[in-house]
């Protein structure tokens, strides 16, 4: 196929707005199949969905607990109250995670990572329970360890810049420094 056969890929961003296309159509490739730059690979998607439902259902718990507790016996009203307002507080972590996920925000990762490694205890002692919170329970260290899995995997690490420890000297040196330099 020839480029005038080939209809040209929809362009969005600053190369929308930087005029026409080159004229090297040989040299990079346009369609479905080409990368987009920035693009976030779809187990970030699926973990940063995973991290926000954990935050959405620990906001709807507190104020189910808020309710519960304005409208019950007054013993527990206090303890209910404050119970509420807290798993509301405990919910902007989550949530604020997943929105740094979606935007590719490297520090977006370990706030998810703590949420679902916090989840897992209470995974189990839901688990422990002889109740209707067993079914939750399960479902609650499902949705951890998939979120786990995905929030490791390396195309979400690779998405987000995150480099593995030692390394940060791989990387070029700044330039006009050079590695060694100053020392003694």
Known sequence: ???EQTPDAPRTGRAARSGPPAQDSESAPTGPAAPVAGARPRRLTYAAAL???EGLALVVAGLWMLVL?????SDDRQQAVTGGITLVVLAL????A???????RSWSRGPAVITQILALPV???LLQADSVAIPAGIVLGVVAIAALVLLVSRETTRALGIRGPGRAQDEEPPAGRQRGAGRK
Request: charged fraction near 10%; proline fraction near 4%; glycine fraction near 12%.
């Open 1 to 3: 196929m020839t480029s």
């Open 51 to 53: 991290v926000a439902l």
């Open 69 to 73: 507790g304005v409208a019950g016996d």
């Open 93 to 96: 972590l989550p949530l604020l």
């Open 98 to 104: 997943a929105r740094g996920l979606l935007a590719l």
């Open 123 to 125: 995974a189990y002692n």
